[in-house]
């Protein structure tokens, strides 16, 4: 090892096990509900495997206009988007130094990310009336890539700079209650509106 391998920042291997882990899991669900997708487009009478039950189901919501919010289905978002973390992860891990634009481009694109599965979850249980179990692998694979790297870049000042540095080694070890606090939530808001589930 030379003396400037040795100066050089070991990776991030937390976030980048983290990103790899999640980011996986998300693409996968992704890609798994627009197999669906694909499947009722070519056979509409056909049985999904993700039909469950009346309230428990994918095909139930393809037909809703939530389904494809941009004029295309959602999971190209998800199949296309997945890649990211993954990819950051990949570097991460190789000992790639991104530097601070695109950490904080990189941070908007998860925070959207997040805020986008958060609407869908809103629109599933409060208004549609309807879980997409592909679409709760999705959200529950978003929720801690979210959450840390939001702990993570603000304990590097990766995010807003150096200023965030001090308040970011004070929440990071806690990120962990803000991911299971934000699934309490959704756990929650579905025991109460879909009673049922409990019995299936």
């Given at each position: 090892m030379t003396p400037s391998d040795a100066?050089?920042?070991?990776?991030?291997?937390?976030?980048?096990?983290?990103?790899?882990?999640?980011?996986?899991?998300?693409?996968?669900?992704?890609?798994?509900?627009?197999?669906?997708?694909?499947?009722?487009?070519?056979?509409?009478?056909?049985?999904?495997?993700?039909?469950?039950?009346?309230?428990?189901?994918?095909?139930?919501?393809?037909?809703?206009?939530?389904?494809?919010?941009?004029?295309?289905?959602?999971?190209?978002?998800?199949?296309?988007?997945?890649?990211?973390?993954?990819?950051?992860?990949?570097?991460?891990?190789?000992?790639?130094?991104?530097?601070?634009?695109?950490?904080?481009?990189?941070t908007l694109g998860v925070f959207s990310?997040?805020?986008?599965?958060?609407?869908?979850?809103?629109?599933?249980?409060?208004?549609?009336?309807?879980?997409?179990?592909?679409?709760?692998?999705?959200?529950?694979?978003?929720?801690?890539?979210?959450?840390?790297?939001?702990?993570?870049?603000?304990?590097?000042?990766?995010?807003?700079?150096?200023?965030?540095?001090?308040?970011?080694?004070?929440?990071?070890?806690?990120?962990?209650?803000?991911?299971?606090?934000?699934?309490?939530?959704?756990?929650?808001?579905?025991?109460?509106?879909?009673?049922?589930?409990?019995?299936?």
């Open positions: 100066r050089r920042p070991r990776p991030a291997l937390g976030l980048a096990v983290v990103l790899l882990v999640t980011g996986s899991i998300g693409w996968i669900g992704s890609a798994a509900l627009l197999i669906e997708r694909i499947r009722s487009l070519q056979n509409p009478g056909t049985a999904l495997s993700c039909d469950i039950s009346p309230f428990v189901s994918c095909g139930a919501l393809f037909d809703r206009w939530q389904a494809s919010l941009f004029g295309f289905p959602n999971p190209l978002l998800g199949v296309a988007g997945f890649v990211a973390p993954i990819a950051v992860a990949a570097g991460l891990l190789t000992g790639a130094r991104f530097g601070s634009w695109y950490w904080r481009l990189f990310a997040w805020v986008f599965v958060t609407w869908l979850y809103t629109q599933s249980v409060y208004v549609i009336g309807v879980l997409c179990p592909y679409c709760m692998v999705v959200w529950a694979a978003t929720i801690p890539m979210w959450w840390y790297l939001l702990a993570w870049g603000l304990k590097h000042g990766t995010i807003f700079g150096d200023r965030t540095r001090r308040v970011g080694r004070q929440i990071f070890p806690f990120a962990w209650v803000a991911v299971l606090a934000n699934y309490a939530v959704i756990v929650l808001t579905i025991l109460v509106q879909f009673p049922s589930v409990l019995s299936l």
